[in-house]
Every structure is written in C-alpha cells, then in structure tokens.
C-alpha cells in the first residue's frame, strides 16, 4: 500500500491541552493537520486530576503565584517566563471557558478554589477531581468541529525532517537545523507518510513511562524530546523527574491512579503504617510542603521501616463533602476495598512529569527553525528544578497561545521544502520476537526506578548508565533491521530519555529540587 503523504501549513503532534489548543488559536489561518498516536482523548491531560492554577480573586496575587513557583522551583525557574505565565493564565483560562470548560463555582457563581502542596493561597480551579478530562472534552469538541483541523489518530511521528534528509550535515549546538515536518507511521496500514509542513508543532508531552511505577497513560514515553535530541536540538533539565508522592498503590496496575494533592489541600495527612503521622518531622509545612519534599519524605519512611506503601488519612474529614469533592477518587478507592470516608488510604510515590525537555523561548520556538515544543515536551523556564502542583496545564495553554501568535508571523514567510525522499524501508524485516522489545522496555524501567529515581547516587548513575548502554546498542541494531513497529520506536526514544536523565544527573554536583544525590546532601538536611 502507497503511503499517504501529506502537505500542510501547521503540522501539531499531539492532541493534549497543548496540540489541541494549539490548533484551535491557528485554524482560522491555514490547514492544520494533528497526529496523534493514540485515539484523541488518550493524554497525560485526560488524567489531570486537581486542576489548574491562575490568580483569579483577592486575597491572591500575580507576586504570590510568582514568588511560590520561583520558592519551588529552587533557584532555576527563568522569572521572566515565570512572570509572563502567571500574567497571561487568567486570559486563558477565560478561553478554555469560552471553549466550553467547566470550572466548578461556589454557591455566589465564584470558582471554586482549591489548593495544593506549594501554593501559599487557593488558586486552583478544577472540574471536581477530573479536571484534565474536563479540558480534552471541550478542546476535542471544538478541534473536530473546526473545518480547517485534520485530525489523524493512530498516526505515530517517528522523527523530525531536517537538512539532515536532504544529505546535509546538521550539528548540535551549532543550532543551524531546520524543520520541515516529520516521517509519521500509519498504525493501522504499516506506511510511513512524510508530512511536510511550514511549521511544525511538538505537543507529545511527558516521559512516565521511563519508569516502572508511573502516574501517566502509556502514550507518555517521551517521543518529542527524543525526535530533538535526534534531529541535534537543545534538550534541557531533565535531571528534574517529579515523583508525585501519593499514587494508589495497586502494584499490578499500569498506570498508578493517582490520589490527588487536592486531598491533602483538603486536609488529608500522611501516615506511616503504625499509624503515625510523620510529614512534620521533614518540613514545617507537614502534607503541604513542596511535592519533592514530601515524596522524598514518603520513601525515606518506606525504606527506613521496610514498607511498600503509607497512608493517607481523610477519614476525619465529613463523608458527603470527601464524595462531593473527589467522586472519582471514591469510586476508585471503593472498587479496590477501600472507603475513603473510613478507611486510611494505601498510597505511594509515583514518576509523574517531567519538568525538563525541548528547550524553547519566549515563543515557544525550539532552537530548530520552524518547530515549535510546547506543553511538558517543552523546557520554559517555568518549573525550573522542581514544578508547582497544577501549574502545567496552564503553562500548556498559555505557550500554545504564544507559540500560535508567533508562528502565524512567521508562516507566511515560510515555504514548503521541497526533495525531501520518502521512508526509506530497505533491509526491514519483523522482528523474529515480540520478547525482545517488551522485556528490553521492562528493563529500561526497572533500571530507571532502582537507580534513577527520587534518590540517587554516583554510583547508582554509574550503573545504570552502564546497562542502558548494553540495551542501547542491542536496539539501535534491532531497530536497523526491523520493521518499523509503535512498541519498538518507543523503546528506542525511552532508551534516549533515560541516557538524557542520567547524563544530566551525573553532571550535576549538588542536590536540587527534584535531583537529589546522597553524594551531594543539600545544604539544609531535609529529615
Ligand atoms: P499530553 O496531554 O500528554 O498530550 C500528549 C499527546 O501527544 C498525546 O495525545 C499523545 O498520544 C501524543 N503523542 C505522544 N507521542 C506521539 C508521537 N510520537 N506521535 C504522535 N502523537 C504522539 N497538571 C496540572 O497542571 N494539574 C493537574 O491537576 C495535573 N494532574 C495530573 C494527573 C495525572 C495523573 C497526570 C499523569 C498528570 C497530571 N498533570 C497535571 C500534568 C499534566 O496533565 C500534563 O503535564 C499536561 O496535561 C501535558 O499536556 P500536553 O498537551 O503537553 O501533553
Ligand atoms: C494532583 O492532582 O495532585 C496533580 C496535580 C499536578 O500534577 O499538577
């Protein structure tokens, strides 16, 4: 079968908060055509819980949404993104309503707030505890109702076009690459097309899936920052992994569900399994410290006492308001034995976002001509070492917006490449077993959660580096002579991401926010 090749004005991978609004801000202006590897709705956005945070109403402020992501952050957040982000959330917000989101109100018609670990006020708008779905239901809706969107599901991007397909050289740093869309599979028919685009958009989000335990969706194996990497783009931070500290624990499921921190905005406490609470011994801020705080509390509590999980505790909070507040917690929790209105909740940490990635400006542009990353593919500035809880989404819809209005610019001056050659097939054959993939893919994992994970060490890295390279070069070979399969590009760009942790990681000669080494104790001793 001929492979289908196409020619657009914006080319956007991904369909989460980022992609979709994206397309949304630049369909009036050209044909848009979206990819996405899964069906539409399936995203890390699907599963944001708690919500997402904007200054909306006195006493908060812009300073104190600025000055907590900054105390976040841990020194590495750019104040200059910071500050524009927490200006412009509100303007988006008002968007995503005007596209049809639902944000939950109180009985006087004002959102209804919550807070989170990290915030010093409440400003966290939500959809009861479903937030994220709430969003790709009204992004998706408007994104298949726009005639200008051609929306491809099943469609994988296996990498970016560069000069580098044209036979010319293109080097890192040098920062010379130029984008001219991308090689994408067609997952039900085998073929890759080439998709030739002015601009080219990544939306592909995050990397959960490096790790054994995770709180993202299978899709989130890091595919953008890889396609960067590959095509000699700036990646940057990704030593920074955010561990959320309360996922589910259901060791047999994939992913972790996630037991939001709204809950311990909300008043839940963390115990150990002898019943003691314990958060106040490592931070004065108890359950609502920082995420990295209270995860590296958690595992510390797990490994001293031998434990596999602790407790969350709301059993003292009143019953119908635990159900009003977090109906899909509830049902969860009730469908595994547990009554969250009486019971202590099994919970633990789980590798939940990257706050590293493509490296892009103030626009959203990488430092690839003409591509654009935007959402937790991307590196801002925003989080720096260490994201504030619901700060994600909005820092997706804001740099799409940023990179919508700076692409329409651009476009007009911008041609469509021409001689670029079709997916080169030759010496492809399947791989004689399904085995070598998925165990490679086990044990990347486990390799990443045992010595990669919320605590790390030189010689943990060192190993691990070690072993990732012996699977490395056993893929790079199987990937040269195999047929191009979903499961084996993503082993491949999930062997990068975790090659690109580690050398990060291993760079580093402190502990900050979310790396923490026990070679380099931070300054201040946390426990
Ligand atoms: P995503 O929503 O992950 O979308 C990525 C898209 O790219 C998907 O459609 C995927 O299929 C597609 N894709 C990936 N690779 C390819 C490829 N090679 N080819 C084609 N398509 C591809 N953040 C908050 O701010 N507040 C919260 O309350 C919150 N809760 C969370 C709860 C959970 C359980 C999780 C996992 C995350 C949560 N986050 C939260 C983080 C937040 O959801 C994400 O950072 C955000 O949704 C990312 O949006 P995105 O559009 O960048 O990526
Ligand atoms: C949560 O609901 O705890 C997730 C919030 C986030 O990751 O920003």
Redesign the pocket.
């Known amino acids: 079968m001929q492979a289908m090749n196409i020619k657009t004005d914006f080319l956007v991978i991904g369909s989460g908060a980022a992609g979709l609004s994206y397309a949304l801000k630049v369909a009036d202006f050209g044909k848009v055509t979206l990819v996405t590897k899964g069906a539409l709705g399936e995203s890390n956005t699907s599963f ?4 997402i945070s904007a200054v909306t109403s006195d006493p908060d402020s812009f300073e104190k949404h600025v000055q907590d992501t900054l105390i976040c952050g841990a020194g590495m957040c750019n104040e200059e993104v910071v500050r524009m982000i927490v200006r412009e959330a509100p303007r988006q917000i008002e968007q995503l309503v005007q596209w049809g989101t639902e944000f939950d109100r109180n009985n006087k018609g004002r959102y209804d707030l919550a807070r ?1 670990g990290g915030h010093s006020e409440r400003r966290i708008l939500h959809h009861k505890d479903a937030t994220g779905a709430e969003i790709q239901r009204s992004l998706m809706q408007q994104a298949k109702a726009h005639k200008n969107i051609e929306i491809l599901e099943h469609h994988f991007a296996v990498d970016l076009i560069t000069q580098h397909h044209l036979g010319k050289m293109v080097r890192r740093y040098i920062t010379d690459a130029e984008c001219y869309g991308a090689y994408v599979l067609n997952l039900k028919t085998r073929q890759v097309g080439t998709f030739l685009a002015k601009v080219t958009v990544l939306a592909t989000g995050g990397t959960g899936n490096v790790y054994h335990t995770t709180t993202n969706p299978a899709v989130a194996t890091g595919d953008g920052v890889a396609m960067v990497y590959r095509a000699k783009g700036v990646v940057e931070n990704m030593a920074y992994v955010q561990f ?1 500290p309360t996922a589910l624990y259901t060791p047999s499921e994939r992913p972790s569900f ?1 037991i ?3 809950m311990r905005g909300f008043g839940a406490l963390l115990r150990a399994q002898d019943g003691k609470e314990f958060m106040q011994k490592y931070d004065e801020r108890g359950p609502l410290a920082p995420r990295d705080i209270v995860a590296r509390a958690i595992d510390n509590e797990m490994k001293t006492r031998g434990d596999d999980f602790v407790y969350l505790d709301v059993t003292h909070k009143n019953a119908d308001e635990i159900i009003r507040h977090f109906p899909n917690i509830y049902k969860k929790c009730l469908s595994i034995g547990v009554d969250i209105t009486k019971d202590f909740i099994p919970v633990a940490p789980a590798a ?2 990257m706050c590293g990635g493509v490296r892009v400006n103030m626009d959203g542009l990488s430092s690839i001509r003409n591509l654009y990353a935007i959402g937790e593919t991307s590196c801002t500035g925003l989080h720096g070492a260490n ?1 504030l ?4 989404l909005i820092e997706a819809v804001v740099y799409a917006d940023k990179a919508a209005q700076h692409s329409l610019q651009c476009m007009k001056s911008i041609a469509l490449q021409e001689g670029i050659p079709d997916w080169d097939y030759e010496g492809t054959s399947h791989p004689e077993e399904m085995v070598l993939i998925t165990q490679s893919c086990k044990e990347v994992q486990q390799i990443m959660s045992y010595y990669v994970g919320i605590v790390r060490s030189n010689i943990r890295l060192e190993r691990a580096f070690a072993r990732l390279g012996i699977i490395y070069k056993e893929t790079e070979q199987l990937y040269r002579t195999s047929t191009l399969t979903q499961n084996l590009c993503e082993l491949r760009n999930l062997i990068q991401i975790g090659y690109l942790i580690i050398k990060e990681a291993n760079a580093m000669r402190e502990s900050r926010g979310l790396h923490y080494s026990i070679d380099y104790p931070p300054k201040k001793i946390q426990a």
């Open positions: 944001a819980q708690g919500g989170e959320h996630l939001s921190e709204a939940h976002y994201r809880a619901s700060n994600s």
